[in-house]
């Protein structure tokens, strides 16, 4: 599995793609679901970065917003392509 190191606000974490287990798991709990919004989404992106990076996502807790969004958005980058692009097209 490609794991990826990133480094944001001076800290560096490990991050790497979510299993074709791990999506499934999380999509019947409704985690992967591109409708969550406020408190659904916060509760979304703890439980990814758990599966992700187990201790080390309370460290995220410590990073600004736009990091924290950063790292989780890398994450689903790494599972399902560029997030960003496909947006955007």
């Known amino acids: 599995m490609s794991e990826k190191k990133i480094t944001l606000s001076g800290q560096t974490f490990a991050i790497r793609p979510l299993t074709r287990g791990e999506v499934k798991q999380l999509r019947e709990k409704g985690y992967l679901s591109g409708d969550l919004q406020g408190e659904e989404a916060d509760l979304a992106a703890d439980v990814i970065l758990n599966v992700v990076m187990g201790s080390r996502a309370l460290d995220v807790d410590n990073l600004p917003f736009r990091d924290a ?7 689903l980058n790494l599972t399902f392509g560029n997030v960003e692009s496909e947006k955007n097209s």
């Open 69 to 75: 969004n950063t790292i989780i958005t890398e994450i």
